[in-house]
């Protein structure tokens, strides 16, 4: 089948290269001319674990092209739509890209082709997308939602184990297409849901809400567990046993963040809001994550007081979660800019996500020159008075606690995402800290 991707970002880059390696012909599409430019010479412009050799393996076998032009949206079957959708100033979704892209592809459409939105669109959006190519062509088409649920850090193996694939639509030919276009990733019995546009754009939003209120849920109580002795790890693993409950996003650490979760918490609210309603739960959600992003920053002044001019602090990591280089919304951004007010520096180190996070923090000028960035985790903990863990990559679980004591000024860590046994730590005579741990 021949498929058009239009964004070569976490999502559009991803599926399409993955709908080149089940044997569809794809070309993707951005007009970010860089972007393009890496990907013709096989280089992937974002971190995501297997994706480079899928690149390179699809590119060779002359499945998967790259253009900043639409062209190849006149020959293809299906058409997908992979913009960003961040929030605009009043925590809706900005839909200016997703309108932009729908006009260009409308422009290039034959008949009979199916319009995708993959990207993550407030319910109704739909209606207007249709309303907006019909008014730009002719030609008859199909307008699908396909929300994407897979995860950075293992988007490839999420996109092609999928839980479940949605497909909103109107219409029984389009559900009959994206179940062909599918078939090769729902083989081993993962089921394949049609539905209304509505309903599919409506559970994207459900799934990220709940998902970010089992992150604040868990972090509200390991809070309670630093003020009552209780510790979280032996709560996490005493209810995560229980099959109601289950175990995944059950992790305390220095509060959400990333490119989806914080947009799409105030984006449901919005969109509650224009119905008159106020979604209580999901509005604690983000309330008690805003307080998270400064719960390890309330710990260190604990240690050292309210001023903190001339100490220096290493991150070890900085990406809002492991394996990715995506910085959006990472804890280290708020923690970072909260330290150096109060007249801290800071060192960081992290394997992929050193360059994106640097330029995230130049448009805060009180931070200018105060972030040094190393290409050794050891190194950067040199001088410093105490380690941070913000990001929980697998090479920070490890460490050699002897090289850390020696580097760093004084034996402290905080560990902002609980990766360390406390009594291993306490008996290499560290003074150390974490989120929601008994620690005597
Ligand atoms: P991204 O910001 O990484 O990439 C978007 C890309 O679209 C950019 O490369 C940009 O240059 C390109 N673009 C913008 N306008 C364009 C146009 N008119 N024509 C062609 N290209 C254009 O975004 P992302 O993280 O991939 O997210 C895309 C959508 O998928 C969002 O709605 C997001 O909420 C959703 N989503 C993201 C994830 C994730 O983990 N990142 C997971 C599920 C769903």
């Given at each position: 089948m021949k498929v058009s991707v239009i964004g070569t970002g976490y999502v559009g880059l991803v599926s399409g290269t993955c709908f080149a390696e089940i044997g569809h012909d794809v070309t993707c599409i951005d007009i970010d001319p860089k972007k393009i430019e890496m990907l013709k010479a096989h280089k992937s412009p974002i971190y995501e674990p297997g994706l480079t050799e899928l690149l390179e393996r699809?590119?060779?076998?002359?499945?998967?092209?790259?253009?900043?032009?639409?062209?190849?949206?006149?020959?293809?079957?299906?058409?997908?739509?992979?913009?960003?959708?961040?929030?605009?100033?009043?925590?809706?979704?900005?839909?200016?890209?997703?309108?932009?892209?729908?006009?260009?592809?409308?422009?290039?459409?034959?008949?009979?082709?199916?319009?995708?939105?993959?990207?993550?669109?407030?319910?109704?959006?739909?209606?207007?997308?249709?309303?907006?190519?019909?008014?730009?062509?002719?030609?008859?088409?199909?307008?699908?939602?396909?929300?994407?649920?897979?995860?950075?850090?293992?988007?490839?193996?999420?996109?092609?184990?999928?839980?479940?694939?949605?497909?909103?639509?109107?219409?029984?030919?389009?559900?009959?297409?994206?179940?062909?276009?599918?078939?090769?990733?729902?083989?081993?019995?993962?089921?394949?849901?049609?539905?209304?546009?509505?309903?599919?754009?409506?559970?994207?939003?459900?799934?990220?809400?709940?998902?970010?209120?089992?992150?604040?849920?868990?972090?509200?109580?390991?809070?309670?567990?630093?003020?009552?002795?209780?510790?979280?790890?032996?709560?996490?693993?005493?209810?995560?046993?229980?099959?109601?409950?289950?175990?995944?996003?059950?992790?305390?650490?220095?509060?959400?963040?990333?490119?989806?979760?914080?947009?799409?918490v105030k984006a449901l609210v919005a969109t509650a809001e224009d119905y008159g309603m106020d979604l209580k739960i999901i509005n604690a959600t983000e309330e008690v994550n805003d307080e998270q992003k400064s719960y390890v920053f309330s710990k260190v002044k604990k240690h050292y007081g309210d001023n903190l001019t001339g100490k220096v602090f290493t991150f070890w990591g900085v990406?809002?979660?492991?394996?990715?280089?995506?910085?959006?919304?990472?804890?280290?951004?708020a923690m970072a800019r909260k330290l150096i007010g109060a007249g801290a520096t800071i060192n960081i180190f992290d394997p992929v996500a050193t360059e994106n996070y640097l330029h995230e923090m130049s448009q805060y000028k009180e931070?200018?020159?105060?972030?040094?960035?190393?290409?050794?985790?050891?190194?950067a903990l040199k001088g410093s008075d105490a380690l941070i863990t913000v990001t929980e990559w697998r090479e920070f679980t490890t460490p050699d606690f002897g090289e850390i004591k020696a580097k760093l000024n004084k034996p402290v860590i905080f560990d902002g995402r609980n990766l360390y046994d406390t009594k291993k730590v306490q008996a290499e005579g560290f003074t150390y800290y974490a989120i929601g741990k008994f620690i005597k």
């Open positions: 699809n590119i060779k076998a002359g499945r998967l092209h790259f253009s900043t032009g639409y062209e190849s949206v006149a020959s293809a079957q299906s058409i997908f739509l992979a913009v960003g959708t961040p929030s605009a100033d009043d925590g809706r979704a900005d839909l200016k890209y997703l309108r932009a892209a729908a006009e260009a592809v409308a422009k290039n459409l034959t008949d009979g082709a199916i319009v995708v939105i993959k990207s993550t669109v407030p319910v109704g959006t739909s209606v207007e997308i249709r309303k907006l190519i019909a008014e730009k062509t002719t030609k008859k088409f199909h307008l699908v939602n396909n929300p994407e649920f897979l995860k950075e850090g293992s988007a490839v193996e999420d996109f092609m184990r999928p839980d479940r694939v949605i497909i909103g639509h109107q219409d029984a030919g389009a559900m009959k297409v994206m179940e062909e276009l599918y078939a090769p990733l729902v083989r081993q019995g993962n089921p394949i849901y049609g539905m209304s546009n509505l309903s599919a754009e409506m559970s994207k939003y459900a799934a990220n809400c709940f998902l970010a209120t089992k992150i604040s849920f868990i972090n509200e109580i390991a809070r309670l567990c630093d003020l009552t002795n209780a510790d979280i790890e032996e709560v996490r693993k005493g209810i995560s046993s229980d099959k109601r409950i289950g175990g995944h996003f059950l992790y305390p650490g220095p509060g959400y963040g990333g490119s989806c979760f914080p947009k799409d990406a809002f979660k492991a394996n990715t280089d995506d910085v959006r919304e990472t804890a280290a951004i931070c200018e020159g105060k972030i040094k960035a190393f290409d050794n985790k050891y190194d």
